[in-house]
């Protein structure tokens, strides 16, 4: 994927991510790593994700990452270490996404955050979020290897009184698996508000789901990106710019 066509997609993620209503303030951050790489673009210090456009991307060199710490106006330093230290620890998190979102941040709040298979968006997740219980302040150097390390092998992970951050291989199933995180907490947390018995499905069923929607035989991610950059070329076309 050209350059360009990478932080326009990147640029389209945190429009809609904002006419959801999942962002918080100018605060939370997305990132993907350059093509065979770790180097990656990441949203500048101090942008509303509904104004973000692919020019605003700043690109972080690893090998730069402590002299560019030293300008927290150009990218938050959270960001730096949340994103940078991920990028670099786990090969697999090749696109970031980290929000504050509402239902996520109200799981994250519970307890036992682990949501039970009680639906298709629920199961999505099964046995693929790893929780982080640990909080132990902002997102700085010490918080950030504890996060990387807490993730691991899984592609997501659920932070304790804090957030959601998902992961993809392309911004497209970075933000696919964001968008239905959230649908799925929204259910859940709904379900529980009624005080009634949960309907769980089996284990052999979650992973089932869980895994038939990974093999699903369209690309489904890439069709719901590619459905939000033609409605944003119609009416936000200077995301492009």
């Known amino acids: 994927m050209k350059i360009n066509e990478l932080k326009q997609d990147l640029a389209a993620a945190f429009r809609w991510t904002a006419r959801l209503n999942m962002n918080e303030g100018i605060a939370n951050h997305f990132s993907v790593c350059l093509p065979n790489s770790n180097d990656f673009f990441v949203n500048g210090s101090g942008l509303h994700f509904s104004s973000i456009k692919a020019s605003d991307m700043v690109l972080v060199e690893q090998n730069r990452i402590d002299e560019i710490k030293k300008k927290p106006e150009l990218v938050d330093p959270t960001a730096l270490h949340i994103h940078g230290t991920i990028h670099r620890k786990v090969p697999h998190a090749r696109c970031i996404l980290h929000v504050h979102s509402k239902y996520a941040t109200a799981l994250s709040t519970l307890r036992d955050p682990i949501m039970k298979p009680i639906d298709q968006n629920t199961m999505i997740f099964y046995n693929r979020v790893s929780v982080f219980n640990e909080f132990g302040g902002l997102g700085f150097e010490d918080e950030s290897i504890k996060m990387a390390n807490a993730l691991g092998n899984k592609q997501h992970i659920l932070l304790a009184n804090h957030g959601i951050i998902t992961t993809g291989e392309t911004i497209a199933e970075g933000f696919n698996y964001l968008y239905y995180f959230e649908k799925a907490a929204e259910t859940y ?43 944003l070329d119609k009416e936000e076309p200077e995301y492009k710019n």
Do not use: F, G, M, W
Request: proline residues 2%; glycine residues 0%; negative net charge.
């Open 189 to 231: 947390l709904t379900a529980l508000s009624t005080n009634k018995e949960l309907n769980i499905v089996s284990d052999e069923v979650a992973e089932k789901t869980a895994q038939e929607t990974a093999d699903y035989p369209i690309n489904l991610a890439q069709l719901h990106l590619e459905q939000i950059r033609l409605i």
